[in-house]
């Protein structure tokens, strides 16, 4: 496969689970070309639905799809496919677990062109705080190919988190993806760094410069609910503290799911994510991720805090 893309990554795996799963139907909100439902379109027109510029009217008819038997899959920007159609997914779908599958693309800062307005900064939050739902944020393409054959075969409502841009891989090809198990990546005894989506691999580069002088474990996160607290006080004992890093608010995302785990520890922690503040347009990708604090130094940095108290 060796896909560096994650929406690349969904969109053919869509495509190849679709050839062995008749029941498999895709929704899209005219962004197909950009979420890759396009992929399944070209491939299965009979099993693609486009819904038109309407996330709340898509999630609607994903709901009754999947009261028929189908697995549907909605895609838009995460800003709306979670934002704009919120309503819908936690009365149509939620509170009846239905199964459907909420896939917001373009997620956190990745859509670094359209600044504010396209960049979902705050979904995990909200995605997370309603009941039945499953949050899934995958760390590279192979884990997204992964995430999304562990997805179809789960029963009920789950939220997958894709970023927009092309980077290297940092977990396996084809290592089984199970819901609600964080994975060690890197293993240390001084700091744990817990961590999500392209995060990850900046916290691997802050492990690499700080080998030598501190021992970094670093954990992917890639499901943030549900989130198994005895797993990750296991991965915490032992440590002098931890950090954690997202590309989200660090209100109500992995940083305060990985804090109420481990609120009875009284364990030091250091938040690496977005300040209570919506995003930003800029030059490129990397522009806005230091713009925000979200860079390999800024995860060296609150390591060698947590390491110094």
């Known amino acids: 496969m060796g896909y560096t893309n994650q929406r690349v990554a969904y969109g053919n795996t869509l495509v ?3 050839k062995g799963n008749a029941r498999l139907v895709v929704l899209d909100a005219d962004l197909g070309n950009s979420t890759m439902g396009r992929m399944f379109e070209q491939a299965f027109p009979d099993r693609h639905y486009e819904l038109g510029i309407a996330e709340a009217n898509m999630t609607s008819v994903a709901a009754g799809l999947s009261l028929t038997g189908w697995i549907p899959f909605t895609n838009s920007f995460a800003v709306f496919s979670a934002g704009r159609a919120y309503d819908q997914i ?9 199964n459907v599958k909420i896939v917001g693309s373009s997620a956190g800062l990745s859509d670094f062109g359209d600044g504010a307005t396209h960049q979902a900064v705050e979904d995990m939050a909200y995605m997370r705080a309603v009941p039945n739902m499953t949050v899934i944020c995958p ?12 997805m ?13 841009n092309d980077y290297e891989n940092v977990t396996e090809e084809g290592r089984t993806f199970t819901i609600g198990k964080p994975s060690v990546i890197r293993e240390g005894k001084d700091v744990a760094v817990f ?16 080998e030598g002088r501190i021992s970094v474990k670093v954990i992917n996160v ?24 997202e590309e989200h608010s660090i209100i109500g995302g992995l940083g305060s799911a990985v804090a109420e785990a481990l609120a009875k520890s009284r364990i030091p922690i250091e938040f690496v994510g977005i300040r209570d503040t919506f995003g930003c347009s800029g030059h490129c990708y990397e522009d806005v ?7 390999k130094e800024h995860v060296v940095k609150a390591i060698q805090t947590i390491w110094n108290l």
């Open 222 to 245: 890639s499901t943030i609910k549900p989130l198994d607290k005895e797993i990750i006080s296991g991965l915490a004992e032992g440590c002098k503290g931890i950090v954690t890093a």
């Open 16 to 18: 190849e689970e679709g």
């Open 289 to 295: 991720l230091s713009y925000h604090g979200l860079t």
């Open 90 to 98: 936690r009365q149509s779908i939620a509170i009846g677990s239905l």
């Open 139 to 150: 760390a590279d393409a192979n884990e997204t190919v992964e995430a999304v054959k562990a």
């Open 152 to 164: 179809i075969q789960h029963k009920g409502p789950c939220y997958l988190r894709l970023n927009r």
């Open 195 to 210: 961590a999500a989506g392209y995060m990850v691999s900046l916290a691997l580069q802050a492990a690499l410069e700080l």
